[in-house]
Nanobody
Framework: VNLVESGGGLVQAGGSLTLSCTDS???????LSWYRQAPGKQREKVAT???????DYADSVKCRFTISKNNAKNTVYMKINSLKPEDTGVYFC????????WGQGTLVSVSS
């Protein structure tokens, strides 16, 4: 498994971003979670999509984050709306139990 995150950037508060996660080795992605690590804080799980497509979100991101999966592209997305400065951090994707190796993540910076 070699998950690669992309799509981060610098955005103003209130803006939107779509993050992508794909397996560079071509292994089929089944269940997957997005995690984020804010500066000086521990990594936290923010969204999960199951193999069947059901989703789950941390309370702090509900109604703003949307996780989705395109099986044909073997890619999991996370759309982030109404970005807040507290959403700033490095976003990673991994197995919902965090069993896989961590990638480099993608940095999201939200300016106020």
């Amino acid at each position: 498994v070699n998950l690669v995150e992309s799509g981060g950037g610098l955005v103003q508060a209130g803006g939107s971003l779509t993050l992508s996660c794909t397996d560079s080795g071509g292994i089929s992605i089944e269940a997957l979670s997005w995690y984020r690590q804010a500066p000086g804080k521990q990594r936290e799980k923010v969204a999960t999509i199951s193999n069947g497509g059901s989703t789950d979100y941390a309370d702090s991101v509900k109604c703003r984050f949307t996780i989705s999966k395109n099986n044909a592209k073997n890619t999991v997305y996370m759309k982030i709306n109404s970005l807040k400065p507290e959403d700033t951090g490095v976003y990673f994707c991994n197995d919902p139990c965090a069993w896989g190796p961590w990638g480099q993540g993608t940095l999201v910076s939200v300016s106020s």
